[in-house]
């Protein structure tokens, strides 16, 4: 029996976890063609299609569902930064945002554009997609950026005649794109002076939703019912299958090794465990951790994609974790004043000061 389970193992290493196909269960069934998801701390947003925005605690048992506020119109894509939920207002034409820090929010408007679809948000800069939504009317989609730190920001143009651009994902200061009708993904370097469409993978099937976890770029098929992944470290470009027989997916999102998706067809949120489990390469030279020593919250700034850290005490008890975004604010006013110690994922340590 032992000499079996040695060599079920020896397989497992030997082929890699990443060439085994991820088990998903149900979270939350019988919802509107929910479509928008992301985490704020235990908490997961997500939009059906009757325009309400609603929330669920993973760690709540049975999970309640609270509706948050009711746009009253199609939603896109989330991103959440520091405590504003932004939300690409679909068939409102308007990016919003609501504070997630108040019981009661109300709508705060960002900006007036045609049908915005995805968001990325990379510092102060808002990426955006807009202008398509109809596969009659091709080739008016285009991406731009707006500095949110602006009072009365001014969208600037980053690409062009696309047929439907939808969702956006940042790595390597590169912008990824997908595209739902043309069925491809294009990216964008970003440090170019001039912005040049290169096309990255052609061939899918309604490319709706993308998200990196470290050098892997996961996207929802919803014309296949599936989501793949490509590892973008390596020369050759392949697409490999994540999890099929999917009821549209469309949008995921990422709690530590957890994969969360809606299901729009299906009209659900499910789930991967245990999937996410590779690190991403950084380096702590190249990672900055604001104000230390700090009374309220630090901030981490420095990385790519998502990243898992942790708080531990002098005496080694982990008192805090949750996965961070490059410039997120981490609220740290709980703690009692003395040294701490902030751990990534990839076990490199930072020493922190609460005052």
């Given at each position: 029996?032992?000499?079996?389970?040695?060599?079920?193992?020896?397989?497992?290493?030997?082929?890699?976890?990443?060439?085994?196909?991820?088990?998903?269960?149900?979270?939350?069934?019988?919802?509107?063609?929910?479509?928008?998801?992301?985490?704020?701390?235990?908490?997961?947003?997500?939009?059906?299609?009757?325009?309400?925005?609603?929330?669920?605690?993973?760690?709540?048992?049975?999970?309640?569902?609270?509706?948050?506020?009711?746009?009253?119109?199609?939603?896109?894509?989330?991103?959440?930064?520091?405590?504003?939920?932004?939300?690409?207002?679909?068939?409102?034409?308007?990016?919003?945002?609501?504070?997630?820090?108040?019981?009661?929010?109300?709508?705060?408007?960002?900006?007036?554009?045609?049908?915005p679809s995805g968001l990325k948000a990379s510092g102060n800069k808002l990426y955006f997609s807009s202008g398509s939504g109809s596969s009659t009317v091709l080739n008016q989609g285009k991406v731009s950026f707006i500095n949110i730190s602006d009072s009365?920001?001014?969208?600037?143009?980053?690409?062009?005649?696309?047929?439907?651009?939808?969702?956006?994902?940042?790595?390597?200061?590169?912008?990824?794109?997908?595209?739902?009708?043309?069925?491809?993904?294009?990216?964008?370097?970003?440090?170019?002076?001039?912005?040049?469409?290169?096309?990255?993978?052609?061939?899918?099937?309604?490319?709706?939703?993308?998200?990196?976890?470290?050098?892997?770029?996961?996207?929802?098929?919803?014309?296949?019912?599936?989501?793949?992944?490509?590892?973008?470290?390596?020369?050759?470009i392949t697409l490999v299958d994540f999890i099929t027989g999917l009821g549209g997916p469309a949008q995921m999102d990422i709690k530590l090794t957890d994969m969360y998706i809606t299901e729009t067809l299906s009209g659900k949120i499910s789930k991967s465990?245990?999937?996410?489990?590779?690190?991403?390469?950084?380096?702590?030279?190249?990672?900055?951790?604001?104000?230390?020593?700090?009374?309220?919250?630090?901030?981490?700034?420095?990385?790519?994609?998502?990243?898992?850290?942790?708080?531990?005490?002098?005496?080694?008890?982990?008192?805090?974790?949750?996965?961070?975004?490059?410039?997120?604010?981490?609220?740290?006013?709980?703690?009692?004043?003395?040294?701490?110690?902030?751990?990534?994922?990839?076990?490199?340590?930072?020493?922190?000061?609460?005052?």
């Amino acid at each position: 029996m032992k000499q079996k389970k040695y060599i079920i193992i020896l397989l497992i290493f030997f082929f890699g976890v990443n060439n085994l196909k991820a088990q998903v269960s149900d979270v939350i069934t019988g919802l509107n063609y929910p479509g928008g998801i992301a985490f704020y701390g235990n908490e997961l947003y997500f939009s059906q299609y009757n325009g309400t925005i609603s929330k669920i605690n993973i760690n709540d048992n049975p999970l309640n569902i609270e509706e948050v506020i009711n746009t009253g119109n199609i939603l896109g894509e989330f991103e959440i930064i520091n405590d504003y939920l932004y939300f690409a207002n679909f068939s409102g034409n308007k990016i919003s945002k609501i504070n997630l820090t108040i019981a009661n929010p109300t709508i705060i408007d960002v900006l007036d554009v045609f049908l915005p679809s995805g968001l990325k948000a990379s510092g102060n800069k808002l990426y955006f997609s807009s202008g398509s939504g109809s596969s009659t009317v091709l080739n008016q989609g285009k991406v731009s950026f707006i500095n949110i730190s602006d009072s009365n920001p001014i969208p600037q143009e980053v690409l062009t005649g696309q047929a439907y651009p939808l969702s956006l994902e940042l790595k390597n200061n590169y912008l990824f794109i997908s595209d739902k009708y043309d069925n491809k993904i294009t990216k964008i370097n970003l440090s170019d002076t001039t912005y040049t469409p290169i096309d990255f993978i052609s061939g899918l099937n309604e490319p709706t939703g993308l998200i990196f976890n470290g050098d892997i770029l996961y996207i929802s098929e919803q014309g296949n019912n599936k989501i793949t992944k490509i590892d973008t470290s390596n020369t050759v470009i392949t697409l490999v299958d994540f999890i099929t027989g999917l009821g549209g997916p469309a949008q995921m999102d990422i709690k530590l090794t957890d994969m969360y998706i809606t299901e729009t067809l299906s009209g659900k949120i499910s789930k991967s465990e245990n999937t996410m489990l590779s690190v991403k390469n950084f380096s702590l030279e190249k990672v900055n951790v604001f104000p230390n020593p700090s009374y309220n919250f630090i901030q981490i700034s420095g990385f790519e994609s998502r990243m898992s850290i942790s708080i531990y005490d002098v005496i080694g008890n982990e008192l805090l974790k949750q996965v961070v975004v490059n410039n997120q604010k981490i609220d740290i006013s709980h703690l009692n004043t003395g040294i701490y110690f902030l751990k990534f994922e990839n076990n490199e340590i930072f020493k922190i000061c609460k005052k």
